[in-house]
């Protein structure tokens, strides 16, 4: 079983940054892909960024492109994702998730393990 838990989240002004930290329990977490997504009130879930199972490559949202990153630490069964250039709209609540997968896709049911997700508000 796979348990994966948020941190990071906060209040932060329009240009501001957060890092996102998902810490992960499990055997599996340096075999897979791991992912970011994030729903906002009234909106559907959406991606945000994913990273293969080495960390040697990712992939982005349109949205976020150029402002976020993510990244992982196997070694602390860790993923990260680095937000700067905050706007309004990228207020949501965030979770990270662990693929069945190696490589990184945007594909929410590619993903089989979810955290419970940390909120991220973004003022204007």
């Known amino acids: 079983q796979v348990q994966l838990v948020e941190s990071g989240g906060g209040l932060v002004q329009t240009g501001g940054s957060l890092r996102l930290s998902c810490a992960a329990s499990?055997?599996?977490?340096?075999?897979?892909?791991m992912g970011w997504f994030r729903q906002a009130p009234g909106k559907k879930r959406e991606f945000v960024a994913a990273v293969t199972w080495t960390g040697g490559s990712t992939y982005y949202a349109d949205s976020v492109q150029g402002r976020f990153t993510i990244s992982r630490d196997n070694t602390k069964n860790t993923v990260y994702l680095q937000m700067n250039s905050l706007k309004p709209e990228d207020t949501a609540v965030y979770y990270c998730?662990?693929?069945?997968?190696?490589?990184?896709?945007?594909?929410?049911?590619?993903?089989?393990?979810w955290g419970q997700g940390t909120q991220v508000t973004v003022s204007s």
């Open positions: 998730a662990e693929s069945v997968l190696k490589y990184a896709t945007g594909i929410g049911n590619d993903y089989n393990y």
């Open positions: 499990g055997r599996t977490f340096s075999s897979y892909a």
